[in-house]
């Protein structure tokens, strides 16, 4: 079983900068291709991006690319999400995920498609 706690969401002004991050094991993170998702409230869980485990390629949903940054470079079990001029839109949990090595885009994006997750933390954007 795939243990992952994410941290880092609290309350943000518009327009301030956020960095969410993912803990898990070492070995998590060298054998699963790792994602962030995000579900603002009454709606559904939204892809935000992926970091590949083939080829550590990453990709973000439209709705967040320029603004938001995955990394995995402050430790071998650490998964940022580092969200620049944040919005009130950017209100939500948000939660890491582990899944399969082997992942088209479109399985990214499809929640189904990872089979653990993090309890998620919540970002609030608000003046």
């Known amino acids: 079983q795939v243990q992952l706690q994410e941290s880092g969401g609290r309350l943000v002004q518009p327009g301030e900068s956020l960095r969410l991050s993912c803990v898990g094991s070492?070995?998590?993170?060298?054998?699963?291709?790792m994602a962030w998702f995000r579900q603002a409230p009454g709606k559904e869980r939204e892809f935000v991006g992926v970091r590949r485990w083939s080829d550590s390629s990453i990709y973000y949903a439209d709705s967040v690319k320029g603004r938001f940054t995955i990394s995995r470079d402050r430790a071998p079990n650490i998964l940022d999400l580092q969200i620049s001029s944040v919005k009130p839109e950017d209100t939500a949990v948000y939660y890491c995920a582990a899944g399969p090595r082997y992942i088209t885009s479109g399985q990214a994006m499809d929640i189904n498609t990872w089979h653990s997750w993090g309890p998620g933390t919540q970002v609030t954007v608000s003046s």
């Open positions: 070492a070995q998590t993170f060298s054998e699963h291709a």
